[in-house]
Structures are given as structure tokens and as C-alpha cells.
């Protein structure tokens, strides 16, 4: 079953088409990478699940058949403007806030979730002496304390420390081990392939990527080497075949174009460079992501408006 499942929806602010046909469906017990540049409408979408927006025209179902407004009680949303109550302690705030949700005393879990996060020490402190990544941190445990069905989370990881992200990752891969969906928005790509068992591109409000990693690098096969040279960037220039070239300072990623022979490349290099290390592979999701929003493709789609 499909834990949430959009069919045709449009959101609308002014002039503004934010969200334009949009259907997606998010199987149940998933992580559901989102995915988009800035103003792209991963925001409006999330928010239309959790019902703080209405679609002006489609459906949205959760569960099978309830909607947005009727099962409020099984989703937990973290947005990505965060908001406590400053003056209260820690463990106040929580216990308040998992309460209010769940109808039940959560003084247990609020203690063990601090301790998880590394947040003991600080649960008779005020929210307002915490630093921004204690803050998100409570913030995360006051999401999931209700013990929610379907988690939102709107760049769950902005402005943590690498220890303090590791932590809510794998606090995130365990609930979704217990059957929990994830939804969740990042700018990370790397995490996005490594963690997110569907990514969902939406880019000028309309969805461009849907899909598992493997099944969106296949759209665009193996177009991609990767090399290190003695002279690093100005080692690979005027290759033939090769159409772009990234620097990513050690290491060179060159795009063939379309029907280019690998091993003419690596002929051509060879002649010109001493080469370390030469691989033929997959587009990253960085590329992929670069390729539909980047500086490039804006240029190309000016060029053909």
C-alpha cells in the first residue's frame, strides 16, 4: 500500500504556479528523497500532505483512503522554520508537546530520545540557551514522539555538526526499519543516494525525476569517466568526446557525448597526460540534478524559449 499518494495536484499562489500536475506515490515504509532547487515547490508539497495547504485542484490520499485533514494524528512534520516555546525546559517541552499529540505520558521516550541524541545534560535547560543544532535535535524528538506513521521532514539535517547528522540519521533508518515512511527534503546529494530508497526531482513545479537511483542513472547510462592525471584539469582539456568537463580539484569528471568510444578517450588522454586512474560510470545524482538545473540547462532552455 501506498503510504501517500498525489494524483494530479496543482497549488497556485497568485500568478505563481508552485506545484503544477503533480502525481507521485510514496510506498509505504520508504524513505522518499525530495529533492529541487530553491523555490521549486518541495516546500508546498510537503506542506499540502500535512494539510497547511489545500490543493486548488487534485487529490491527496493518505494510507490508502484518508485524506490530509482526516489523519493529522499519523503524521509527524518538521518544517524547516523551527519553532519552540523558548522559555520552557527541554524535557518540559517535550513531555507538553508528546502529550498533546499522543494523549498519553511520553516521559519514558522524552528520556530515552535525549539520551539517544546526546541531549541529557540539557534536559533542565531553556530551549533559548541552546545552540541551533540542540535546537533541531529537540525539534526532531518532538516530531517523533507521537510515534507518527508518516514522518515530514522538511532539510532535516541543516546546520548540524557531522556527529549530531549521523545521529539523525540513523535515528531516521531505524523508525523507517520499524515500518515508519519518511518523507524528507535535502540539498545533499550524496545523502539523498545513499539513504533515500526513492528520490523525487521537482524542478519549476513540475516533477522532472522519479524513481530508485538506479533507475534514473539508467535514463542516462554510462556517460560519465572519472580521472586522475598528472596535471590534474589542464590534463583533460580538448579531449575528443568529451563535451563537459568538471573539476572537482583531485579528481576530473568528463561527460561523453552521445555515442563516444570510452577507450578513444583514454587513448587520446594517455598521449597527452600520465594517468593514475581512469573510470567509465554512472552520472552522480549531483550530475544528474546539474544537468536539469544548473547554470547549463538554464542557458539551453533560454536559448530554445
Known amino acids: 500500500m501506498d503510504a501517500v499518494q498525489i494524483s494530479h495536484v496543482t497549488r497556485t499562489f497568485g500568478s505563481v504556479t508552485a506545484v503544477d500536475d503533480l502525481s507521485l506515490a510514496v510506498p509505504e515504509g520508504s524513505i522518499y528523497g525530495f529533492i529541487g532547487p530553491n523555490g521549486s515547490g518541495k516546500t508546498t508539497t510537503m506542506r499540502m500532505i500535512v494539510n497547511i495547504f489545500y490543493p486548488d485542484s487534485g487529490e491527496i490520499r493518505l494510507f490508502g483512503d484518508g485524506r490530509p485533514g482526516d489523519s493529522t494524528d499519523l503524521i509527524g512534520y518538521l518544517p524547516e522554520e523551527r519553532g519552540l516555546y523558548q522559555k520552557m525546559t527541554v524535557q518540559a517541552l517535550l513531555e507538553f508537546y508528546g502529550e498533546l499529540r499522543s494523549g498519553r505520558s511520553v516521559k519514558a521516550e522524552v528520556a530515552n530520545w535525549l539520551a539517544r541524541l546526546d541531549l541529557a545534560s540539557r534536559a533542565a535547560a531553556k530551549v533559548e540557551t541552546l545552540s541551533k543544532g540542540m535546537t533541531q535535535k529537540v525539534q526532531f524528538i518532538a516530531t517523533v514522539i507521537p510515534e507518527p506513521k508518516l514522518l515530514v521532514l522538511d532539510e532535516p539535517f541543516s546546520g548540524l555538526d557531522p556527529v549530531s547528522a549521523e545521529a539523525i540519521r540513523a535515528a531516521i533508518l531505524d523508525l523507517r526499519r520499524h515500518g515508519v515512511t519518511v ?110 538545473a544548473g547554470p547549463a540547462a538554464a542557458e539551453v532552455t533560454h536559448a530554445n524559449a
Open 183 to 292: 518523507i524528507l527534503s535535502t540539498h545533499d546529494m550524496h545523502l539523498a543516494e545513499t539513504m533515500c530508497d526513492y528520490i523525487f526531482m521537482i524542478f519549476r513545479g513540475r516533477k522532472v525525476l522519479d524513481g530508485t537511483l538506479a533507475s534514473i542513472q539508467d535514463q542516462y547510462g554510462d556517460d560519465t569517466i572519472r580521472v586522475t592525471a598528472l596535471g590534474g584539469a589542464a590534463a583533460v582539456q580538448h579531449l575528443p568526446g568529451v563535451e563537459q568537463i568538471r573539476d572537482l580539484g583531485q579528481v576530473q569528471e568528463l561527460r561523453l557525448t552521445r555515442g563516444a568510444d570510452p577507450q578513444e578517450v583514454l587513448r587520446a588522454l594517455v598521449a597527452q597526460a600520465s594517468v593514475t586512474s581512469f573510470s567509465l560510470m554512472k552520472p552522480s545524482l549531483h550530475d544528474i540534478f546539474m544537468r536539469i
